[in-house]
């Protein structure tokens, strides 16, 4: 059974930090890419970041780069978004997903979802 689990969401003051990470498991994980997602109330769901389980490499959106940071421990299967400099519009569900896919993050490419978990950055 396929599973992607996120976790390290909460409350953060605006200028803050937070870690999330995405347990996966049940599929080749070094054949695919993790990204990140985000989606706030009454908007459409935004790709963040991914990254490449095979060799590391990463993608970011323009609303994140340089505050953003993803990696990967491969020993356990688990990706990790660390947020800093959080601004309140940094607000949303994110969630992580698993696609054969290289440098994109473009949701239609992802096969396997996460739940979310919710990230509130408070003013």
């Known amino acids: 059974e396929v599973q992607l689990v996120e976790s390290g969401g909460g409350l953060v003051q605006a200028g803050g930090s937070l870690r999330l990470s995405c347990a996966a498991s049940?599929?080749?994980?070094?054949?695919?890419?993790i990204g990140w997602f985000r989606q706030a109330p009454g908007k459409e769901r935004e790709g963040v970041s991914c990254?490449?389980?095979?060799?590391?490499?990463?993608y970011y959106a323009d609303s994140v780069k340089g505050r953003f940071t993803t990696s990967s421990d491969n020993a356990k299967n688990t990706v990790y978004l660390q947020m800093n400099s959080l601004k309140p519009e940094d607000t949303a569900v994110y969630s992580c997903a698993a696609g054969k896919v290289y440098r994109t993050i473009n949701a239609r490419s992802y096969e396997y979802w996460g739940q979310g978990t919710q990230v509130t950055v408070s003013s």
């Open positions: 049940g599929f080749a994980y070094d054949d695919y890419a």
């Open positions: 990254i490449s389980a095979s060799d590391g490499s990463t």
